[in-house]
């Protein structure tokens, strides 16, 4: 059975969310501990709004409906916020490899929160594919040394980011749950500003105590792709996605993060894992291509 339109456009925009996730893990690990985790997301989120809210106000337009029962977006954007602050804690204490290896667990976490959330059965082929995914993901996390695996021994920056990565997987179909029928671009311009608030609540001693002009340029570019590329885009890409795929699916593509972060880290100059370690991308990708073809197979 082949893929539907609506389909193909789902994993479309989910194949170009994964290389700007994956940009977001080289980036952000370039500034890591360089500015606050909670002000620099608030900064992100803020502006990440304003793109979205000028896109939705020069196409759509704004309409009153879309804003029904606000709490959804102030769950969802905190939910979301939650994960970035992880996200910057654990790479100030793992690499962006690593990290973006323990993000390819979130599939197999959003598969479960699917079935939680929305009743989303997983079908057989995709749960093989999970598992497949999951070891890449292991090999990644444990370097290859299978005696840190034998004795569990897990950086901290990782257990860090594996708990960012749970409240990442019951975001995914509670997105779509909460979704009432607003477009992809009005919905994430409500995610983003609840996200921006509560991030600013959170972070704001640290937003006060910051000297924003003393920033370097480096950072503040790398706030510019993280606030546009990793966030506004990204943003209205899943949100996309999520309304033509099953979660587990969308959440999928995290398999191609390390990968791309692996020809991003390259291009920041820094050398690509070596040995039995590259196997770790080489499993994601082979678990999401399993999971690109349609299985009626079903894990009731």
């Known amino acids: 059975m082949g893929l539907s339109r609506a389909e193909w456009q789902g994993h479309g925009a989910m194949l170009l969310v994964s290389g700007l996730v994956g940009g977001s893990f080289s980036v952000g690990g370039q500034i890591a501990g360089e500015v606050d985790a909670a002000a620099l997301n608030a900064l992100r989120f803020a502006g990440a709004a304003v793109i979205v809210g000028l896109l939705v106000?020069?196409?759509?337009?704004?309409?009153?409906?879309?804003?029904?029962?606000?709490?959804?977006?102030?769950?969802?954007?905190?939910?979301?916020?939650?994960?970035?602050?992880?996200?910057?804690?654990?790479?100030e204490h793992a690499s962006a490899i690593s990290t973006s290896a323990v993000y390819t667990l979130i599939p197999?976490?959003?598969?479960?929160?699917?079935?939680?959330?929305?009743?989303?059965?997983?079908?057989?082929?995709?749960?093989?594919?999970?598992?497949?995914?999951?070891l890449g993901a292991i090999i990644v996390i444990f370097r290859g040394e299978f005696d840190l695996l034998l004795s569990f021994q897990v950086g901290q920056g990782e257990a860090v980011f594996f708990i960012g990565c749970v409240v990442h997987a019951i975001y995914t179909p509670l997105m779509r749950k909460l979704n009432?029928?607003?477009?992809?671009?009005?919905?994430?311009?409500?995610?983003?500003?609840?996200?921006?608030?509560?991030?600013?609540?959170?972070?704001?001693?640290?937003?006060?105590?910051?000297?924003?002009?003393?920033?370097?340029?480096?950072?503040?570019?790398?706030i510019a792709y993280l606030a546009v590329f990793a966030s506004a885009v990204t943003f209205v890409l899943l949100q996309f996605a999520v309304l033509r795929l099953p979660s587990a699916k969308v959440m999928a593509y995290s398999y191609l993060v390390p990968s791309w972060v692996i020809l991003w880290d390259l291009g920041f100059g820094i050398a690509p894992p070596s040995g039995i370690v590259i196997l770790g991308p080489v499993l994601s990708g082979l678990a999401l291509l399993m999971l690109l073809q349609n299985d009626d197979a079903r894990l009731d």
Not at 108 to 134: E, H, K, N, P, S
């Open 108 to 134: 197999m976490l959003t598969a479960g929160f699917g079935w939680l959330i929305l009743r989303q059965v997983t079908t057989v082929r995709m749960a093989v594919a999970l598992v497949v995914g999951a």
């Open 180 to 222: 009432w029928g607003e477009t992809a671009a009005s919905f994430t311009f409500g995610v983003l500003i609840a996200g921006a608030l509560a991030l600013t609540a959170f972070g704001w001693g640290d937003i006060r105590s910051i000297d924003w002009t003393a920033l370097g340029l480096k950072v503040w570019g790398s």
């Open 57 to 91: 106000a020069t196409t759509t337009g704004f309409q009153a409906q879309s804003f029904r029962a606000p709490w959804r977006f102030v769950v969802l954007g905190s939910i979301f916020g939650g994960y970035f602050i992880l996200m910057f804690y654990g790479l």
